[in-house]
Nanobody, 127 residues
Framework: QVQVVESGGGLVQPGGSLRLSCAAS????????WAWYRQVPGKERELVAA?????????????KNSDSVKGRFTISRDNTKNTAYLQMDSLKPEDTAVYYC???????????????WGQGTQVTVSS
């Protein structure tokens, strides 16, 4: 079994920064890709950023989403720690949401790829 746990959320003032972490543990051969999503009540979960095994990155699944975080958010990964990060700078009130992480994990026994989600971490941007 695999566990994915986010951390680093909290309350921050507009213009401030937060760094979210997402750690995977358990039965892992490798992690192909990581992604961060966010969701506010009453709205669909939206892609914020994703990073592949070769560290190619994508910010937002659509032009609208990508424009909203472009230049402010940075996704990265540390393969030695099975951890991904989301550095969020110049935060705005509209960034307030629950942030979720997922990991595409390859099983060491079956070599199948399975996506695991974390439980989410709240980010609130407010003065």
């Amino acid at each position: 079994q695999v566990q994915v746990v986010e951390s680093g959320g909290g309350l921050v003032q507009p213009g401030g920064s937060l760094r979210l972490s997402c750690a995977a543990s358990g039965s892992i051969f490798s992690i192909d890709a990581w992604a961060w999503y966010r969701q506010v009540p009453g709205k669909e979960r939206e892609l914020v950023a994703a990073i592949t095994g070769s560290s190619s990155t994508n910010y937002g699944g659509s032009t609208k989403n990508s424009d909203s975080v472009k230049g402010r958010f940075t996704i990265s990964r540390d393969n030695t720690k099975n951890t991904a990060y989301l550095q969020m700078d110049s935060l705005k009130p509209e960034d307030t949401a629950v942030y979720y992480c997922n990991a595409d994990v390859r099983s060491p026994t079956t070599m199948r790829l399975v996506t695991y989600w974390g439980q989410g971490t709240q980010v609130t941007v407010s003065s």
